[in-house]
Structures are given as C-alpha cells and as structure tokens.
C-alpha cells in the first residue's frame, strides 16, 4: 500500500549512500517504475540530464519516448528500474550503467534475479508476499544471492520489508532456516518436455540420443531416473537447503520409453519428422520461430488447434474474426473482468453466449487498442490488469503472422490489407497514423500526442488549415506535408513544437521527411 511505499522510499532516500550499489526486488512491474520515480524525485542530481538522456537515445539509436524520458531523469538522480516493458536496448543501457556505478538504486522485476551477475552491495526483496502467501524459500534465496558478487562486492547485505513484528517473525522463520521447499522440476510437466524437446531439435539436437544426453543432464532426470543407490526419501543437503529423492526406478531405457509417445505425438501433429534423426517441418519450424522470438511458451495443443481452424476456413473470413480467434486458440489474453454493462456489448460484438478473457482482450485490442487510445485510459477504463497490453498486442500480432504462415502452407486465401492490419495491431495505431509512427522518435505516444493537439480547436488561419489537411488526405504524413506546405517552415515549427515533447530535435526529423515528400 502507500504507507508501505512511502516507508521504504522514505529509507532508501536516506540510506543509499550507506548500502549503495542497491538492488529491490518488486513483485510488478508497475512497481518497479512507480518506485524508481518516488525516489528519484527526492534525491539530488548526480549526472547532467540531457547527458543521460544522449547516451540513451546513442544506444537506443532513435530519441526517447516519454517513459524513457521519465527513466532518463531517474538516471541523472542514480536511480532507475528494470522490466520487460523497456525497451530491450534501453534495459541493457539500465544493466550497464548499474555496472558502471551511475545507478546506486536499481528497481526491478524478479527475472533480474537469474542470469544476472550485478555489482551490487545491498538487496532489498519489497514484496515478500505473492497472491497473500510467501514467496518460496528458494525464490529468496535466488534474489538473496545477488548481494556480494564475488569478485565484484565484498559484502552483501539483504534486506526483507516486513510491514509488523508478526511478518518479520515469520520471515525470519522461513528465509532463514537453510531450507527450502521441494523443487518439482518443471519437466516433470508432460506438455512442457514435450516443448522443450522441440525447442532442442530447433536448436539443432538432430538425433534422440543428443535430446536424451541433454535430459541426462537435468534435474529431472536426476529426481526420476537417476540410479542414487539409497533407499527411498534418501536426502542430499548441500550448503544451503535439502532435496528428497522421489522414489524412481534406476534405468536409462525408462527415459527413452518416456519421451518415445511425445516425440510421436509431436510426428502425428506434424511438428518433427524422423525416428532417430529428427528435423523440423515447416509448421514446426514456424511455431518455434514464433515462440522463440516472442519468449513465449503457450501449450502446444493450442497451435493445433489454431490450425484446425484455418484448414476449415471459408474465403470470406473478416479481419477481426481472424484476430479473435488468434487469441482464444492461443489463449494470448489478459485475464481481467470487464465493467458489467459493456458484457452485452463484447457479446454482441463476438455473437457469443458468454464473455472470457479471450473475448474481453480481443475486444480491447479492437476497439480501444488500434483505435490509439492511450494506454493510461485504457487502463483507467478496464482496470490495470490491462497496464500490459502494449506486450500482448505485440505477441497477438507475431500470431497474426504465424497464422498467415500456417494460412499459406494449407492453401488458404488472406483477406486484403492482412499485412497492413498485423502492423495496425502490433502499432497500436489506425492506419491513418502509421507513417508518422514510423518516423525517428515519434512512437505510439507521441504520434497520438500530436494528432490530438493539432485538432484542437483554435482562433485564426491556423486551425482551418489543420482541419482542411487532415480531412482530404488518406495518411497524416500528407496531411501534414500540406500544413507545412500551406504555413511556410517557420510557422508549422512553431506549431509542432507547441505540442509536448516535440522538441527540435523531432521537429527537425519531421521537417526532413515532409521536404523530401
């Protein structure tokens, strides 16, 4: 809540000289923004902002959007934060400049705690509690050992916010009793062997005697299949915390026998061909691509599903059906509730009995998401669940493109401006608004900043100028090549440099393409 916010910004402020280089853990990633700039806004600078600010548009190659610009004030204070939602080049520019030292207090996102070897002194976990339980032991102790780096810090400290007397007893219970919870392996789940075993053989594991030396190598062989010559609930303690064995058989046959019906399911449904040299087809190969480039795992059963339904398309499928059933097959939603009297309505719009969150998130992403409505209004208006549709619009629209793939492989015909639609969606724009959009610097945002303002209504020559441009031309780019055209260089400036966040440098990107059109 607040008062917890408060309290634990309240001490970082105070305190990060002492336990600098800082790493909090938050449990979202709205935390880790919000947070990032309550501390910010009560430290002094330590670095020249527009600095920042060019050494961030040099890595990212492009300007900054607004929320990069947010970020790059945090920077100058030595405070920043880290999750999916950056850019990926502005995060590695976050990780570097936390290496670097100009970042004393880092807020990020529980996946900063794998993978990651960080100079960092003190960790802070702010949100110990999950969905009301306790994180796992071995979940802490994951972002507990990111605190002293050997060879990079000489000392760690971890710090867990307790909010009372009673949690802090509770914690101390469970973090600090060296042991953890047992661990089942996530390949001991069928649906995700059965993927990791096609993620090997897309990643070149041609033969099934190279998918079984790497399964030989895991955890859960060594749970399941691996000979330990002990009784049963034989237990191995290392420095830190316990494992109990599952009572298993000791055979190197048994693994192969497991994975024998997977690797013929995955050849029934057309995924992998071979027997003992195994290759991708072609829809496999689109599936992993599609996966892969998007860190995306959905269960694969969905896939085919989604290809079921193409084969039995008729030519006159619309756009947006398409679209809706891209993400019900995939099950790519938000699980939010939406307001009780825009049921009907999605209903309607979707001709179903019932609303899920399949309808309500395709429903979003074609209504409010392509129209160019702002994220925050969005979220104002369905709830904050929905604070990431900006990723899952980008993940529904590498559907769009896999269902074109799967379309052209089983013959059937895409409906017209298929291409241009896969782009609205991934954009989140009319296609109106996307050349602009594609311009140095102007993103989302900033395109739509800029329409809205220069619609605004107006006294004078100017506004009637405005609204006769963008009312006779078929994208914004000519109608604003008209505005320039019609006001001369120096008043069209003065115009789109009125609009906040077009500074000079967007206004000079901007005048070089409409001179050139």
Known sequence: ?????????????????????????????????????ALAEKLPPSRDLDEVK???????????DEDEEDLAFAISRGVAWHNSELHPRIRSFVEDAYSRGHVNVLFATTTLAYGVNTPTKTVVVADPYRCGELIPAYEWLQMAGRAGRLGLIDEGIVITVASDERLKQVIEEKYHSERVEYVDPPLSNEEILKLTILELVYKDYRYVEDVLDFLKNTLYYTYNFKDKGEEEGKTLLDATFEITFLPTTSSEDELYETIKPLLKDLAKHEFVRGEQELSLTSFGKAVMDFYWENN?????????????????????????EILYNV?????????FKPKSDLVPSIATYFNVSEVGPAEATAYVILKEWIAGRDLDEIV????????????????????LELFEKIANMEGV??????????????????EYLLPLSALKGFGRKMTVTLYRNLLLRRPGKEYEVVEKA????????????????????????????????????RAENLLTVLSSL
């Open 1 to 37: 809540g607040r008062n917890k916010k408060a309290s634990l910004i309240d001490w970082l402020s105070k305190n990060v000289r002492t336990y600098a280089p800082i790493l909090v853990f938050c449990a979202t990633k709205d935390y880790t923004s919000s947070r990032a700039k």
């Open 54 to 64: 060019a050494e961030m548009e040099e890595y990212k190659g492009d300007l900054l």
């Open 296 to 320: 995306v795992a959905f269960p694969l059963e969905n896939v085919v599903k989604l290809r079921n339904w193409i084969r039995n398309l008729k030519d006159d499928v619309k756009l947006e």
């Open 327 to 335: 993400v019900k097959h995939l099950n790519a939603v938000i699980h």
């Open 380 to 399: 104002h208006s369905y709830g904050h669940k929905v604070r990431y549709l900006r990723i899952l619009a980008n993940v529904v629209a590498s559907g």
């Open 413 to 430: 015909t895409l409906p017209p401006n298929f291409e241009k639609f896969v782009n609205v969606v991934r954009k989140g724009l009319p």
């Open 470 to 505: 963008f009312s006779s031309s078929t994208n914004v780019l000519e109608a604003l090549k008209k505005i320039y055209d019609e006001l001369g260089e120096r008043k069209f400036v003065e115009l789109v440099t009125s609009v906040k966040g077009i500074g000079p440098k």
